[in-house]
C-alpha cells in the first residue's frame, strides 16, 4: 500500500495560493455540515472530482476515520478500470462502500430499465436518481457530499453549496438559502436532505491542479490510451459489450483519454496524446469547452436537461 504524504505547499512569502484558498473552504465545509448534520454519506464514483473529495476528506478528518460513509450510485455499466480503482481506494483507505445498484432499483420494479442495447444512446443515467433516493431513505442520509462545480454546466452554476432538496428529493433553484460570509444554514425541515458540494467553486483546471499538487493516483483512463471507439453524433463512445457499432459506424483505434467519468453508454472520450499530468493540466488550459458539454450526451438532451433531473432528485 503506497500512502501519499498530506502536504500542503505554500507560495515563498508564506501567504496562501489559490489552491490553498479553496482547499481551506472545502475543508472548513465538510467539518461544518459533520459538525451539524446526523448522517450525512460522500458519494464517491471513483471519478476524478470524488477522487479530490476523498483527499479532502483525508485532510479534514485524518487520523481519525471518516464520519461519514462513502456511497457509489452503480448503473452497472461503468467503466472496469474505474471499479477497479474504487475497490482498491476504498480498501486502502479502510473506510466503508456502500454500493446503491440501479440493476437492484430495475428488479424491485421501483423504475424501468431505460437501457436497450437496441436503441444508441439509451442509457441508466435518469434511473440513478431513485436509486440515490432509495438509497438515502433506507440508511436515513441527511447529507450527501457531491463533486458537482459551478463550472460544469449552468444549473450547476445556480446551485449554491449547500443544495437543499424537499421529501421528494427534488432541487428548487428559486428556493434557496443564502450563503453569507462562509455561513451555512444546515437546518432540516422535516423530509428534507440536502447535497453538499464542496468544490463547487472550483474549476476544472483547479482540480486538476490540485491533483497534480497532491499527487493523486487515477484511474488510467483520465490520460491517454489507444481504444476502440466509434463516433456518434458527435462523439467518440468506447466500443464495449453495451455499446455496439450501428449500421454505417466504423470502429477506430485511437488515441483518446476522459475527462469526465459516468456510464460508459453516454460518456465520451476526446482524442488526446496527455499521458502525464502536466500533459493534461496544459490540455484542460488551452480548451474552452466545459467536460460535460463535450462528453456527456446526457447534458445534450435539452437546455435545462440537468435542471430537468435535478428537480427530480438527481445529484
Known amino acids: 500500500m503506497t500512502v501519499t504524504p498530506l502536504t500542503r505547499t505554500s507560495p515563498p512569502d508564506g501567504g496562501l495560493t489559490k489552491l490553498d484558498a479553496l482547499e481551506a473552504e472545502a475543508i472548513h465545509i465538510m467539518r461544518e455540515v459533520a459538525a451539524e448534520l446526523e448522517r450525512p454519506a460522500l458519494l464517491f464514483s471513483g471519478g476524478k472530482d470524488s477522487i479530490v473529495l476523498l483527499r479532502l476528506a483525508e485532510k479534514a478528518f485524518r487520523p481519525g476515520r471518516f464520519p461519514f460513509p462513502l456511497v457509489h450510485v452503480d448503473t452497472g455499466h461503468n467503466f472496469p478500470e474505474v471499479l477497479e480503482f474504487r475497490d482498491r481506494r476504498v480498501e486502502e483507505l479502510g473506510e466503508r462502500l456502500i454500493v446503491a445498484k440501479v440493476q437492484d432499483t430495475i428488479d424491485a420494479g421501483r423504475v424501468a430499465d431505460g437501457y436497450d442495447p437496441a436503441r444508441p444512446g439509451s442509457s441508466r443515467n435518469q434511473q440513478q436518481t431513485q436509486t440515490l433516493l432509495d438509497a438515502i431513505e433506507e440508511h436515513r442520509f441527511d447529507a450527501c457530499f457531491g463533486g458537482a462545480r459551478r463550472d460544469e454546466e449552468r444549473a450547476r452554476a445556480k446551485e449554491r453549496i ?108 476526446v482524442e488526446s496524446t ?28 435539452s437546455e435545462a436537461a440537468m435542471e430537468d433531473r435535478k428537480a427530480q432528485g438527481y445529484f
Open 162 to 269: 449547500f443544495s437543499f432538496r424537499d421529501d421528494f428529493g427534488g432541487w428548487d433553484p428559486k428556493n434557496q438559502r443564502p450563503e453569507l460570509w462562509n455561513l451555512y444554514n444546515g437546518r432540516l425541515r422535516q423530509g428534507e436532505n440536502v447535497r453538499v458540494f464542496p468544490i463547487s467553486n472550483w474549476t476544472e483546471l483547479d482540480v486538476w491542479q490540485y491533483i497534480a499538487r497532491e499527487r493523486l493516483e487515477l484511474p488510467p483512463i483520465y490520460f491517454a490510451h489507444e481504444r476502440d471507439v466509434v463516433r456518434r453524433d458527435g462523439m467518440l463512445y468506447a466500443v464495449s459489450e453495451f455499446v455496439r457499432p450501428q449500421e454505417g459506424e466504423a470502429v477506430e483505434r485511437l488515441s483518446v483519454r476522459y475527462r469526465t467519468v459516468g456510464d460508459l453508454t453516454i460518456t465520451g472520450a
Open 274 to 301: 496527455a499521458t502525464s499530468l502536466d500533459d493534461v493540466v496544459a490540455e484542460i488550459a488551452a480548451t474552452r469547452v466545459t467536460e460535460r458539454g463535450e462528453t456527456r450526451a446526457d447534458d445534450r438532451a
